[in-house]
C-alpha cells in the first residue's frame, strides 16, 4: 500500500491522490504514524458490498443453527460466563 505525508496533501492538494490511487488504497501518515486510508469509490464500494455478504452468510448460518438445535441455552448469564471460561481453558 502507498503512503503519502499529510503535509503533502496539504502543499499540494487532494489532486496529489489521483495518480497514486491508480495504484491502490493511500495511508495518509500523520505524526509519523498511518491515520487514514484513502481508497477510490469503487474499492470502497466493493469493500462494503463484501462486508454485507459476510453478514448476510453468517446470519444464515446462526439460523440453521438455532433450526437444527445446535445451540446452548443458559438459565443465566453466570452460567454463560463459565462455559465460556471453560472453553477457553
Known sequence: ?????????KRRGISILDNILT???????????????????????ELAEAEDEAYLFR???SLEDI???????????????QAIEDDAE
Open 1 to 9: 500500500m502507498r503512503t503519502i505525508p499529510a503535509q503533502e496533501i
Open 23 to 45: 495504484q491502490g488504497p493511500v495511508h495518509i501518515i500523520k505524526n509519523n504514524l498511518p491515520q487514514y486510508v484513502v481508497l477510490t469509490e469503487e474499492r470502497y464500494q
Open 59 to 61: 446470519l444464515k448460518n
Open 67 to 81: 433450526k437444527f438445535g445446535r445451540t446452548t441455552e443458559f438459565k443465566n448469564v453466570s452460567d454463560l460466563i
